[in-house]
């Protein structure tokens, strides 16, 4: 996976802009070793989950990953 384009940092963006934000901002390339398998996606900060989502739809759709678990260092609540 791949950042696609340059977006700027979640830091004071609300839950809907966050999500708007992270619209199409990865990339992944197609590996048939993904297809089928449970991956484990990790992110340093959650807080309103629109990365990891971004991430695991992408994942998903593209990659034909089975199920994606996420695991995180820190949560915070949503701004």
Known sequence: ????????????LNASARIKNMKD???LKINEKLKGKKVLLIDDVLTTGATVEA????LKREGGVE?????????????
């Open 1 to 12: 996976m791949e950042r696609a384009k340059y977006t700027p940092p979640q830091i004071g």
């Open 25 to 27: 901002a990865f990339n």
């Open 55 to 58: 991430c695991a739809r992408l």
């Open 67 to 79: 199920k994606v678990f996420v695991g995180t260092l820190a949560r915070t609540r949503p701004v």
